[in-house]
């Protein structure tokens, strides 16, 4: 067994909320065992996470934790001053409320591939399904890395699923979005859409590059930028945000996907992606919680 390393808690100086940053929604591959560690498949690594009274517990399977370290603290974005997010936003009585439940909800920056991946099958499903299609994925086409006993399969690469094409995937459980899913794959794979090099680009460059391809429309495409690619003003609004907006700010029921995504950046600007990301799962938890899984 390799001994854990402990990033101090001097080093993680900001809210860290393991259970509500790793669950809610935003990431799909993070389970949680008997001990409270969260285990999840991070690049080639199999890593697992705790938090103690010292600081961040990191262990992994390949690459030596202390190395990966550095990668992690990007990866869970610790680099984000949550506590200046929080007086930002705090005079929202809403957003309040979120913060109060969920002071140590962070947004990730996850790899774009598996993002986006996993958004498209988000289309008309729910998190517990899409983890279950993911892991199904990876089980057949990643490879296997094990960390003591648990073992788990890196995320399958876009030349996999392209080369596994449409109908293995309907196989697999994608259903309609197959087709998508594979044509995104063939994108990637080719370079056509160079994933890896829009992070931090212009919000409407990547708009319209993720768009372009069939079966990703503008919520797919915020979820991808939101949680991969350091667009933080990005305003995914599934049921559950429009919801909000209706109930908690009188916005019109049928107020268009583009005029919700407006009226944010008016309200909450380059932080409207964490507004949205507190506000959803302060909704989701709050009306019908889900059991976090092991």
Not at 22 to 41: E, H, I, K, M, T
Not at 147 to 153: A, G, Q, T, V
Request: with cysteine.
């Amino acid at each position: 067994m390799k001994t854990p390393f402990v990033l101090p808690i001097s080093q993680v100086a900001q809210p860290l909320d393991l259970a509500s940053t790793l669950a809610c929604g935003q990431c799909f591959r993070w389970r949680v065992d008997d001990c409270g560690s969260w285990n999840g498949v991070v690049g080639r690594d199999l890593v697992r996470l705790s938090m103690r009274n010292q600081g961040l517990i990191i262990e992994t399977s390949t690459t030596p934790a202390a190395e990966l370290a550095e990668f992690i603290v990007a990866y869970l974005r610790l680099d984000d001053d949550l506590p200046s997010l929080h007086a930002r936003l705090g005079s929202d009585p809403h957003l309040r409320q979120a913060f109060d439940n969920y002071p140590g909800l962070r947004l990730m920056r996850q790899e774009p591939w598996e993002t986006l991946a996993g958004f498209i099958l988000s289309s008309t499903s729910n998190i517990p399904r899409i983890s279950k299609t993911v892991e199904l994925l990876s089980d057949t086409f990643g490879d296997e890395v094990q960390l003591d006993d648990i073992k788990r399969h890196t995320f399958a690469s876009a030349e996999a699923l392209a080369e596994a094409g449409e109908l293995r995937l309907r196989e697999l459980g994608c259903g309609f979005r197959a087709p998508y899913l594979t044509g995104a794959a063939e994108a990637v794979a080719t370079g056509r859409l160079p994933l890896n090099h829009l992070r931090g680009a212009p919000y409407n460059d990547v708009l319209r590059q993720l768009t372009e391809l069939k079966g990703v429309g503008e919520k797919i495409a915020d979820c991808a930028m939101l949680f991969s690619l350091d667009r933080l003003e990005a305003f995914p609004a599934d049921r559950w945000v429009r919801k909000v907006l209706t109930d908690l700010y009188s916005l019109p029921a049928n107020i268009s996907y583009e005029d919700s995504r407006e009226w944010a950046w008016g309200k909450w600007g380059a932080d409207a992606g964490y507004a949205n990301q507190y506000l959803f799962w302060n909704a989701r938890q709050s009306t019908r919680p889900m059991r976090i899984s092991q």
